[in-house]
């Protein structure tokens, strides 16, 4: 049984910085998985922030572009994000995905996912 779960979210001023953390289980040969980081803001689609494919390969939004750092620690089967320069339209419900085949870069788009956490909140003040 797949689990991930999401911690690390909060409230920061514009400018700051926090890191998110997603602890996996259940999926084996975590080195080699597709994970990704998707947000949410109200009224608005669910978007792909970052992603880190087998070989650690990794891909990024637009919007996180230079700002944003996708990683793992394949000891602790855990997965982060660390958002740096973090800006108010930042806000969002930040999610951890996983797909359910390891390999290669896939597109950022939800639908190429099989597993997802709960969600964190993260929250950017002007």
């Known amino acids: 049984q797949v689990q991930l779960v999401e911690s690390g979210g909060g409230s920061v001023q514009a400018g700051g910085s926090l890191r998110l953390s997603c602890e996996v289980s259940g999926i084996p040969l975590f080195t080699r998985a597709r994970m990704g980081w998707f947000r949410q803001a109200p009224g608005k689609e669910r978007e792909g922030v970052a992603g880190i494919f087998s070989k650690d390969i990794t891909d990024y939004g637009d919007a996180v572009k230079g700002r944003f750092t996708i990683s793992r620690d394949n000891a602790k089967n855990t997965l982060y994000l660390q958002m740096s320069s973090l800006k108010p339209e930042d806000t969002a419900i930040y999610y951890c995905?996983?797909?359910?085949?390891?390999?290669?870069?896939?597109?950022?788009?939800?639908?190429?996912?099989?597993?997802w956490g709960q969600g964190t909140q993260v929250t950017v003040s002007s």
């Open positions: 995905a996983a797909a359910a085949i390891i390999g290669g870069p896939i597109p950022l788009t939800p639908r190429q996912f099989n597993y």
